[in-house]
């Protein structure tokens, strides 16, 4: 697996229109997946895959925004059986981190964040 700048790399490469700041936030939900799914505690079975964020980098070229892609691509892959608890929910939140609501309100702190890691 590629780490967040290898991803980022990658992305930049082959879609070099698609703004750099949108490719930066699928290499950083993908890494978060990952990580998470790597703990010894996982919320997730499984990170997003290097072919999923080259789909949504796709998506976006083809004028998607990043719920919209997240919402085909990324969500179908989790399960959403427990509600609040489901990994889907959880992988809604990672997103959704990255994801402008014209607000200046952050959804999560980097301090959280890093005692979730």
Known sequence: L???EEEL?????????VEESELKNISSITHLT????ANDNP???SGVSTRTSVEIAGLLFD???LMEAADITIYP???STGGVDSERTFVKQIVQKFVS?????ELF???EIEDND
């Not at 609501?101 to 309100?105: A, F, H, L, P």
Request: charged share 30%; proline share 3%.
């Open 101 to 105: 609501d014209g607000s200046d309100e």
């Open 9 to 17: 790399g990658l992305l930049k490469y082959m879609f070099p229109t």
């Open 109 to 111: 702190t980097d301090h």
């Open 77 to 79: 892959q989790y399960d």
């Open 34 to 37: 990952r990580v998470e799914a």
């Open 2 to 4: 590629l780490n967040d």
């Open 63 to 65: 004028g998607f925004n």
């Open 43 to 45: 919320r997730i079975t």
